[in-house]
Nanobody, 126 residues
């Protein structure tokens, strides 16, 4: 499974940014996907998850109300719209595919994922 994450960059506090994770149509149609992030010296934490159908989503408390995960069926991408960014959001952001097809986990951990994108850096300046 190949994942290509993009969209990171340097923004100011309060700005918005949109991350995208591209994958194959086969993967896109069968697997739930999530976005994680890992800040300097921190563990990799799940931010948002979306089921393979797009009907179910879940968010970490730290981003609920600010971040939105969605699927673009035409482009076979899973996107993360990030609003009201804060310096604490600075991290490398990763997309990942759940190991098992046709499964959705509302609170997954990194061990539940078999494939990871390369990571995209988001830096939020104050």
């Amino acid at each position: 499974v190949q994942l290509q994450a993009s969209g990171g960059g340097l923004v100011q506090a309060g700005d918005s940014l949109r991350l995208s994770c591209a994958t194959s149509r086969e993967t896109f149609s069968k697997y739930s996907m999530s976005w994680f992030r890992q800040g300097p010296g921190k563990e990799r934490d799940v931010l948002a998850s979306i089921s393979w159908t797009g009907r179910r989503t879940s968010y970490a408390d730290s981003v609920k109300g600010r971040f939105t995960i969605s699927r673009d069926n035409a482009r076979t991408t899973v996107n993360l719209e990030m609003n009201s960014l804060e310096p604490e959001d600075t991290a490398v952001y990763y997309c990942a595919v759940l190991t098992a097809p046709y499964v959705y986990l509302g609170a997954p951990t990194p061990n539940d994922f078999g494939s990871w994108g390369q990571g995209t850096l988001v830096t939020v300046s104050s």
